[in-house]
């Protein structure tokens, strides 16, 4: 890096930390700091939540994986990964039902009425796991527009991206994260504009939005996963889930459907950056976005890194809240230690400190964080019966386990390589993981009705036993 192109990307990146802290609201009860409402206990408006909800998903992985599989596939890998966002307006709807059937006030509560305690604590931990991820693989992208993984500016500005991102979350916890997204989402969309400002007039519109094939060996067997994890997917993911419950039931669905529908075009539209990089001899090395800046020269790096950082933001400040209200107010909750009555705010910041600091460190082991979002749907891919056929029980703990641990133990498989190639579904890079979501599913699901079944079948017995008698 240059000494004018450290300037000015170390100097966007303090401002950009001065800005988020001076402009973030601060909480001043449990209430505002982990559910969002204002000091005067209203709820989070319906524009702001669409906002949160789309930016908040707009990961800094997610956009670099996005360009990286139109790097490879053309519109065909851009889609597919866009496809993951169809899935906000699926889990909108359920948590609809939820919450107008149920009357549970987190996902967390609607599980223990319906599976159990256990399946609560289960649940609870696939998603810390989850939201551990969101750290370094946001904070790491961030970094790899300074430097390369293992230079000190990698780190240094890894850490201090991190740094200003913990301090505005601190100050105000979910309502700071809210607001501060409308902000982001706006510096987003511009930025993204902008970057299209330079691509599409670099090449015919028909050939950037043609290149690439339907065929399961050029990237459709990875859209045909993200139609099987739409149902799925969302579930593990607080950041998303939590929004469900902060506003009135049609108010939250309007704002899951409008931000899942701009967030599939935002995606799709920044997959260009890739398919430009294909369609001009470019190579991705990993990062098309940088590639792609470099190529176009330091007024498109700039806006790449700009785009990241706003994502990566978004991203960063909803995951220490989501984790701060998971460790603080839902695992007590389950345990039985909390009343209903929230913790103090100093015991979220406590939290949200300590997962600020272990959060980053798998960055410094060289993690890759291309992988994170396919293999970890895959390990939810249990959660598809346990919320979308929830109606045909009222309690059955383990129809919860029979299908959540089938699917875990299915992604731990796929993820240490030992799941048979047999069960591959084509021959595209992707085809083994399309199989395991193919056949997993049906496992899954058949694990949910089996005690179902079992328990109908009993019933009968009984009454046929007591008929006889």
Not at 297 to 319: E, I, K, Q, R, W
Not at 416 to 437: M, V
């Amino acid at each position: 890096m240059t000494g004018t192109e450290a300037t000015l990307f170390w100097g966007f990146l303090v401002v950009y930390g001065i800005v988020m802290y001076a402009l973030s609201p601060k909480s001043l009860n449990a209430e505002s700091f982990y559910k969002g409402a204002d000091d005067q206990g209203r709820p989070v408006g319906q524009w702001s939540l669409t906002a949160s909800i789309f930016i908040s998903w707009i990961f800094a992985k997610s956009v670099t994986n996005a360009a990286n599989l139109g790097a490879a596939y053309g519109v065909t890998g851009g889609l597919a990964y866009a496809a993951y966002w169809l899935s906000i307006p699926v889990a909108g709807y359920i948590i609809y039902l939820i919450r107008t059937q149920t009357g549970a006030g987190s996902l967390q509560e609607f599980l223990t009425s319906r599976f159990g305690r256990l399946a609560a604590l289960s649940f609870s931990a696939a998603i810390l796991i989850r939201l551990y991820n969101e750290v370094w693989s946001n904070t790491a992208v961030v970094g790899g527009y300074f430097g390369s993984p293992g230079d000190w500016p990698y780190y240094t500005a890894a850490m201090v991206f991190t740094a200003f991102t913990l301090a505005y979350s601190l100050k105000g916890g979910l309502r700071s994260s809210i607001f501060t997204d409308v902000i982001q989402a706006v510096v987003f969309v511009f930025f993204v504009a902008a970057v299209l400002f330079l691509i599409i007039p670099a090449n015919d519109p028909r050939t950037l939005l043609t290149t690439g094939e339907f065929r399961l060996e050029a990237g459709m067997d990875l859209l045909l996963v993200a139609g099987l994890q739409l149902f799925s997917y969302p579930f593990h993911d607080p950041v998303l889930t939590d929004r469900g419950f902060v506003n009135r039931e049609k108010t939250m669905l309007k704002s899951f459907v409008v931000a899942g529908l701009l967030g599939f075009v935002a995606v799709f539209v920044f997959s260009l950056v890739g398919v430009h990089a294909q369609i001009n001899g470019i190579a991705a090395n990993g990062n098309a976005p940088a590639a792609v800046g470099q190529a176009l020269g330091l007024t498109a790096l700039f806006l790449m890194s700009v785009v990241m950082m706003t994502s990566a933001g978004s991203t960063l400040d909803s995951t220490f809240t989501s984790f701060s209200k998971s460790i603080a107010v839902d695992l007590p909750r389950l345990a039985r230690r909390a009343a209903e009555r929230l913790p103090s705010m100093k015991v979220g910041a406590a939290v949200m400190i300590i997962f600020a600091i272990l959060g980053n460190l798998p960055m410094f082991a060289g993690t890759d964080i291309l992988k994170a979002t396919t293999i970890s749907g895959t390990m939810v891919m249990g959660l598809a019966p346990v919320f979308l056929f929830y109606g045909f029980t009222r309690w059955s703990p383990w129809s919860f386990h029979l299908s959540f641990w089938t699917g875990l133990i299915l992604g731990l498989l796929l993820a240490l390589g030992l799941i048979p190639r047999s069960w591959a579904i084509g021959e595209g890079a992707y085809a083994l993981l399309l199989g395991t979501n193919a056949w997993g599913i049906l496992l899954c699901s058949a694990g949910f009705f089996v005690p179902l079944v079992l328990r109908r079948l009993r019933g009968r017995g009984l009454a046929t036993t007591e008929a006889g008698g």
